[in-house]
């Protein structure tokens, strides 16, 4: 699997949209893009996911760079309760060893009143 | 569905003793993942599984460790003996065809004094 590169940490005004930059450099083309967030004392939150178009849901959407050697997840209006560490991971769907995939360091976002 | 769900939520014991965790996935779900969380390690994986057979155990630490998963609705993982560095949050996690949209349970903090 290829390797993510997150900031460690960002904060973000109440309100406003958070946009959460992930590098993967070295993604392969049959790789996808998964984000998962983890608030405080919580197991890990599935988000989003997606190949190569940009992809929408209930709680963020996912911007994809046409090289697809980065991706950005995007919360439109952060709350408080979006305070989470933020991870990026890119994983092969099927693959009987994608269970190794890690999830590395992630980013603390902090959302602030 | 009332998501992953894993028992006991805290668990104290003392040095050398079997210490087992429990986790009731998602019904339906076909993959079984058991993950650990240190702040010095981080999210790892340590076994998962797929119907029920273990497909791969290389993130289990030591003999100390085992994990079985007797029918599609229960899965253990036994800690025998038990020592102060396997405290931790325990975290099972289910999925479906291992499309990499995994479901966490809210884990099981382990203090071993």
């Known amino acids: 699997d290829a390797k993510t590169t997150q900031p460690p940490s960002m904060d973000c005004a109440e309100g406003r949209a958070a946009n959460l930059p992930c590098n993967h450099s070295t993604i392969s083309g049959n790789e996808y893009v998964y984000w998962y967030r983890q608030i405080h004392s919580q197991g890990p939150q599935y988000i989003i996911h997606g190949l190569k178009n940009n992809e929408t849901n209930e709680m963020a959407s996912l911007i994809i760079t046409e090289d697809r050697k980065s991706s950005t997840l995007i919360l439109p209006h952060a709350t408080l309760r979006d305070t989470a560490v933020y991870y990026c991971i890119v994983r092969v769907p099927e693959d009987t060893n994608a269970g190794k995939s890690t999830f590395g360091d992630g980013t603390t976002l902090t959302v602030k009143p | 569905d009332a998501g992953v769900i894993q028992s006991p939520r805290h668990e104290v014991t003392e040095m050398g003793q079997e210490v087992t965790l429990r986790c009731k996935p998602i019904s339906g779900h076909d993959y079984l993942f058991w993950y650990r969380q240190t702040m010095m390690r981080g999210l790892e994986l340590l076994i998962y599984?797929?119907?029920?057979?273990?497909?791969?155990d290389s993130g289990m630490p030591e003999d100390r460790f085992s994990a079985k998963m007797p029918n599609a609705s229960f899965s253990t993982l036994k800690i025998q003996p038990s020592e102060p560095r396997d405290s931790a949050v325990y975290f099972c996690a289910s999925s479906l065809y291992n499309t990499g949209k995994a479901f966490f349970g809210q884990g099981t903090r382990l203090t071993v004094v």
């Open positions: 599984f797929n119907n029920n057979v273990p497909i791969d």
